[in-house]
């Protein structure tokens, strides 16, 4: 079993940055990544990175967001540039899936941090 943990999460003005961590309880060699869910919507793909450095974005967030992951391959970071309301949401880690679009399918989840983003 493995065990995410986020952190970064918090409140901050339109135009904003920040940048949220996850950190496994091993080392992951399969993909990671970071989705979110904002209430009375779906959950929605912010960003997949594979062990070797591939990324995927959502749509609302290109240009914008940038993933990564350290070479000792037990955290990956999400920053966030120019931060609307809209990506108000609670952001959740995950890994244990392959490739770049399987991310509904993770066998690991993190419990989540919380992301507002005032007007």
């Known amino acids: 079993q493995v065990q995410l943990v986020e952190s970064g999460g918090g409140l901050v003005q339109a135009g904003g940055s920040l940048r949220l961590s996850c950190v496994a309880s091993?080392?992951?060699?399969?993909?990671m990544g970071w989705y979110r869910q904002a209430p009375g919507k779906e959950r929605e793909l912010v960003a997949s990175i594979t062990s070797n450095g591939r990324t995927k974005y959502g749509d609302s967030v290109k240009e914008r967001f940038t993933i990564s992951r350290d070479n000792a391959k037990t955290t990956v970071y999400l920053q966030m540039n120019s931060l609307k309301p809209e990506d108000t949401a609670v952001y959740y880690c995950?890994?244990?899936?392959?490739?770049?679009?399987?991310?509904?399918?993770?066998?690991?989840r993190g419990q989540g941090t919380q992301v507002t983003v005032s007007s």
């Open positions: 995950n890994a244990g899936f392959d490739g770049l679009t399987a991310w509904r399918q993770a066998l690991y």
């Open positions: 091993r080392i992951i060699t399969s993909s």
